[in-house]
């Protein structure tokens, strides 16, 4: 979840237990500083309601990012020209 969103929203956070360094693909490190707080969410998609805990960290462009692993796991349907 986006660092300035948890901010403007007051969202609180929680801290991990250690931190995490990001990496880009090819194994560089990506961001200036490590990961070092989660919030715990509840998430609504289209019906789909789950509780979930997001790393904050700058995004820029978006709020949100689903990594893999949920994509993966609960394989929404994407309509990539509609968004």
Known sequence: IDEEL???KKIPTKKLERPITCRNSDGT???KK???KFVKMDLNING???QLD???T???SS???LGHDW???HNPEIDWKQG
């Open 63 to 65: 709020d949100l990012f």
């Open 54 to 56: 997001a790393v904050v």
């Open 71 to 73: 994509l993966t796991n």
């Open 6 to 8: 948890v901010k403007k």
């Open 48 to 50: 789909h309601n789950e």
């Open 29 to 31: 490190i990506a961001g």
């Open 58 to 60: 700058p995004l820029q």
């Open 34 to 36: 490590d990961i070092t």
